[in-house]
């Protein structure tokens, strides 16, 4: 699933956890494709409690529209199962801005997220979180 032009990603399913690879700049082109793509994997995962492990690489911050896109996204998620994200962001100059961004994004979700500088303790972290909600 490459966009370079417009950003790129690629999806993938661990269990009970969503892994996403996100790089460079995400516009509305791009957030739209991600949340057809979402679908689908969201379709499978929605029988029990899972989470979403994003990792964020490159120059890139969200244009507002696609911003917009991403916590549409969120809900849908959210409606499908999604109980926390993990965000990892890395080689970015812009990290302060994306980490803003994605903050705005979550908490207008009101959805559980965390940010880290390394996938092994998002991975950690949400691994717990999936495991303490599950179990109660």
Known sequence: MQYSAHGSYSIEQDNNILL?????????????????????????????????????????????????????????RMENGMIAVAAVINDTAYADILQMQLQRIYQSCQIQFHFFSDSSNAKLWLDNFINEHTNN
């Open 20 to 76: 996403v690879d996100a790089q460079g700049p995400f516009n509305e082109v791009t957030a739209k494709k991600y949340h057809q793509d979402i679908e689908i994997y969201t379709k499978k995962m929605s029988n029990s409690p899972w989470g979403s492990l994003i990792s964020y690489k490159g120059n890139g911050v969200f244009t507002p529209d696609a911003e917009q896109s991403l916590i549409e996204t969120t809900h849908y």
